[in-house]
């Protein structure tokens, strides 16, 4: 997760020929064999987004059951980075606070906004109905 000075965050939608295409999420990836996730996390933002971050501040662990996969999900926090965001997957990007614009939200994705809401002691919908 990639905070700014202003504490907004950076979404990205899923590409097209992915499951959930057009979703919004954070960007990330799977870990592969041997990998630590601060290291998959500085190889995914790398190969999706062209930056190459600062340190990663494990945050939050949550599991999801999709149809297609039980993911184990690590969020970790990012505010230092080189480089400019380019898309370099053909997914779109936005930064974003609370409540978010962008729609529709991953279902994995939408408890995360809603630790932020509580962190930040917002009340209210964190994000549009799909
Ligand atoms: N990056 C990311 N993935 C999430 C979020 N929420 C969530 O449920 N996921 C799920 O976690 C998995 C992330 O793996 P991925 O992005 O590398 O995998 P993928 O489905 O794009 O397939 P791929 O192996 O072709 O890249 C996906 O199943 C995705 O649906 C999120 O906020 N960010």
Redesign the pocket.
């Known amino acids: 997760m990639l905070f700014d000075a202003a504490g907004r965050f950076l979404l990205t939608s899923?590409p097209l020929g992915?499951?959930?295409a057009g979703y919004w999420?954070?960007?990330?990836?799977?870990v592969e064999p041997g990998e630590s996730v601060e290291a998959a996390l500085g190889r995914e933002l790398h190969e999706e987004l062209g930056i190459a971050i600062g340190p990663a501040e494990p945050w939050r662990i949550e599991i999801?059951d999709?149809p297609?996969?039980l993911?184990r999900?690590h969020f970790c926090k990012v505010r230092e980075w080189r480089g400019a965001c380019e898309m370099r997957e053909g997914q779109q990007m936005a930064w974003q606070t609370l409540p978010v614009e962008v729609s529709p939200v991953?279902?994995?994705?939408v408890p995360?906004l809603q630790w932020i809401a509580a962190e930040r002691g917002f009340a209210g919908a964190t994000h549009g109905a799909v």
């Open positions: 899923r992915k499951v959930y999420e954070f960007p990330g990836g799977k999801v999709y297609h996969a993911v999900l991953l279902p994995g994705t995360v």
